[in-house]
């Protein structure tokens, strides 16, 4: 589950790590007011803005309506409800949205930490995540802050390090040590590096999270090491344990046909393509959108019904996939193992007849467990439904209709 | 002989007298699986499905000789289950359980390397080797008996392949669904290396997905001690970057476990890759030699 850069803080502090302090507002009317606030907490004179959305990129991107960047710096109280106005209730285009953008409830207005002081600032990369192939998380860390990681990853491979955590002891001091040194600090802004890497580290086991990525973390004029920005990504599958972060879902982020199919228990993924596919199994609902490509189509999602493919699911599965216009044709596909195919093949009919009328050609394959007898269900129901049994007659029909 | 699970092998359930636990642990009986009992704390001494019932994996062991053990206990619960397995000393432990958090299988894969033990899955359709076991989920008589192997993280896609690969003509030695979580116990690799050097196993197809670098891995390993044809296909060559494909562990990150990306590998190191999922039986009958 991805969170708002807010959100993400407050769990960062929750664990003792240092971050850029900041205010949320959601309406323009309390900008003003949330600042000075956040001047008598912190003694800041200057305000950065920062829209809250699930994209990166925000810095360089722009406010469709008001061509504001998403990221924004005021110079003093007087310019802060300006800038807010520039951004909140916009539309931001970045490059990681679409044209359209993503539409911006939420800014978060948060104090100016690149002061001038006894040294000059320094913006490191740090982030923790899963190393699949260890079996063991790692801290990836590089003197290149504030840029694109990816980049940075391909220019200048050398200048991008990894920590290995022991998973039965945790990270340990040495450890935090040889960060700091990398990262070429010394005196108090090493101190304040080891702790800042272990708390971090133990921010990442302690809420579960499967991501957390801080770009820039800031070596402030006067040493302080603080995370100026923060993506977390929790674990799904760890919510049930911390139901505070799961109260943190911002469900508007999200596609509103993923979350109407998630509370189905359907397993749904939007694209742009015009073949919908409704399949059994995660894999096999891959590879039937691979075979909708080889036959001339393209898949217009991903959706695994799971295993048991009743009626009512097929029939939820049938909504959900006819909401898009650009479907020119649905390809059903279900290995019958446990689930048996006629029960399959009468759950299509019954849900194809209280639909009504289905304006699409449906080809429905149907293999394993009664799969003669489901086709002859298919065959025999006079619907505009094509049965095959093998997996390439379904590519060949899939064919045929879209010719 | 097959690997992992044959006629000989001592079965027991964790989460045996539970719903999914009940129905599974019927079907693999009927299938003829020696199924030598079940564990579910606090109901031990009792009767299940005619078999015992232990309090723990230890006294299913000690009691019952117990070699092997599937788990269908819930995701919360699902990693003790495994430490335990291993901890009592068993030797196969097949985890069904779909959704265990990724930071518990993180201390599990590192508990577990202390034991003589191989952890297939988290959240994998399970092992069989046709007319000895059925140790899973899987619908056993798809599996016809014969000599080609299959590894694959998908279930249903599993399935497919065997029947594709029995109306080629052909049947399957064993077949291993290693599962689709971030971190599995048994790598597409090991799998693989299990299967090559089974005696009754004359090829193998290797079934991966998008995500990870599993099959690259399997793929060195097959072009350096590889004495058998492996067919090969990646699932999710049309799924976007970045969006999750039903398996925690399908996702695209970066240029090199995108499914164009693994098959380019695969080929280079001598794997025969199908493009269409339609294709693995006819392309594995083609290279054995067999026509239906």
């Known amino acids: ?403 | 002989m097959s690997v992992l699970v044959n006629k000989n092998s001592k079965v027991i359930v964790q989460g045996f007298t539970g719903s999914e636990g009940t129905f599974h642990a019927e079907q693999m009986i009927a299938y003829g699986t020696n199924v030598v009992g079940g564990v579910t704390p606090g109901k031990g001494g009792s009767t299940h499905l005619n078999k015992p019932v232990f309090n723990s994996v230890q006294e299913a062991v000690d009691k019952a000789g117990a070699n092997v053990s599937i788990i269908f206990v819930p995701p919360a619960f699902a990693a003790d289950a495994i430490m335990e397995a291993a901890n009592a000393g068993i030797g196969v432990i097949v985890c069904i359980t779909e959704g265990i958090p990724v930071n518990d299988m993180v201390k599990v894969k590192e508990y577990i390397k202390a034991f003589n033990c191989r952890l297939i899955g988290p959240n994998c359709p399970g092992v069989i080797s046709a007319d000895e076991a059925k140790v899973g989920i899987m619908p056993g008589f798809v599996f016809k008996k014969g000599r080609i192997g299959i590894v694959s993280k998908s279930g249903t896609l599993t399935y497919e392949a065997a029947d594709q690969v029995a109306k080629a003509g052909l049947g399957i030695s064993t077949a291993i669904g290693i599962g689709g979580d971030p971190i599995i116990g048994t790598t597409t690799k090991e799998a693989v290396e299990l299967l090559m050097n089974d005696p009754d196993t004359d090829g193998i197809v290797m079934i991966g997905e998008i995500g990870g670098n599993l099959e690259a891995i399997a793929a060195r390993w097959i072009k350096e001690n590889g004495n058998k044809p492996v067919v090969g296909f990646i699932a999710g060559e049309t799924a976007p970057k970045g969006r999750t494909m039903g398996h925690a562990g399908a996702i695209v990150g970066g240029h090199d476990d995108t499914a164009e990306a693994k098959k380019r590998i695969l080929k280079d190191c001598g794997i025969h890759v199908v493009d269409s999922p339609a294709q693995i039986g006819n392309k594995m009958a083609e290279i054995i030699g067999v026509t239906a």
Request: glycine fraction near 10%; include cysteine.
């Open chain 1, 1 to 403: 589950m991805n969170l708002h850069e807010y959100q993400g803080k407050s769990i960062l502090q929750k664990f003792g790590v240092s971050v850029q302090r900041g205010v949320v507002v959601d309406k323009i009317e309390d900008a003003v007011a949330s600042a000075k606030k956040l001047t008598e907490e912190t003694g800041t004179s200057w305000y950065v803005v920062k829209a809250q959305i699930h994209a990166g990129g925000r810095g360089k991107g722009k406010v469709q309506e008001t061509d504001s960047n998403g990221v924004v710096l005021a110079k003093g109280i007087d310019h802060v409800e300006e800038k807010v106005k520039g951004i909140l209730g916009g539309h931001l285009v970045t490059a990681q949205t679409n044209g359209k953008g993503k539409k911006v409830n939420k800014v978060l207005i948060a104090e100016d930490v690149y002061y001038p002081g006894v040294s000059e600032p320094s913006e490191f990369y740090m982030s923790v995540l899963l190393d699949r192939e260890k079996g063991r998380n790692i801290i990836m860390y590089s003197t290149e802050g504030g840029m694109d990681i990816e980049t940075v990853a391909e220019k200048t491979p050398h200048l991008i390090f990894k920590e290995e955590i022991d998973p039965r002891v945790g990270i340990q001091g040495f450890q935090a040590r040889k960060i700091a040194f990398n990262l070429g600090l010394s005196g108090d802004a090493f101190k304040q590096m080891t702790i800042f890497v272990t708390k971090l580290y133990q921010a990442y086991e302690g809420c579960d999270a499967s991501m957390f990525e801080i770009n820039p973390v800031l070596k402030t004029s006067d040493n302080k090491v603080i995370a100026v920005d923060a993506k977390v990504t929790l674990d799904g599958n760890a919510l049930y344990r911390h139901p505070d972060y799961a109260a943190m879902r911002d469900i508007s982020e999200e596609d509103p046909l993923d979350v109407e199919a998630g509370e189905a228990g359907l397993n749904f993924v939007k694209l742009d393509g015009n073949v919908a596919c409704m399949v059994n199994g995660a894999g096999l609902a891959m590879a039937t959108m691979d075979i909708i490509k080889y036959s001339g189509g393209n898949p217009a999602n991903f959706l695994d019904v799971g295993g048991t493919a009743d009626a009512e699911r097929v029939e939820k599965a049938f909504h959900i996939i006819l909401k898009d216009p650009n479907v020119k044709a649905i390809l059903i596909n279900i290995f019958g193992g446990i689930v048996r195919c006629d029960r399959v093949a009468q759950g299509v009919v019954d849900a194809y007849k209280n639909i009504g009328n289905i304006p699409v050609p449906i080809i429905v394959r149907l293999q394993g467990t009664n799969a003669v007898e489901a086709k002859k269900l298919i065959d025999e129901s006079g619907l505009n439904v094509h049965s095959a049994v093998l997996l390439q007659e379904a590519a060949d029909k899939v064919k045929q209709v879209l010719a």
